[in-house]
Structure formats: structure tokens, C-alpha cells
């Protein structure tokens, strides 16, 4: 059972990895989105 959890884990954390990697332009991508905003005002 202990094993089972374990593995939920690690499968999480490989999605999570897999995903950070889109995460971080689109974060990047929002704040420029915004600085142009304040910038256009």
C-alpha cells in the first residue's frame, strides 16, 4: 500500500516537471502582457 502512495507520488511529480517547463514562458508571457498594459496608460 505504502508502495502504491509512493509511486502516486513520483507520477506527480514527473507530470509537475513535465509542465513546469510551459509554465514558466506563459507566467513570463502574463507579466509582459502586463508591464505593456501599465506601459500603454
Do not use: C, S, W
Request: net charge positive; aromatic share 18%; hydrophobic share 40%.
Amino acid at each position: 500500500m505504502i508502495n502504491v502512495i509512493k509511486n502516486a507520488e513520483y507520477y506527480q511529480k514527473k507530470e509537475f516537471h513535465r509542465f513546469y517547463p510551459l509554465l514558466y514562458p506563459l507566467a513570463n508571457g502574463l507579466t509582459f502582457i502586463l508591464n505593456l498594459d501599465d506601459r500603454a496608460r
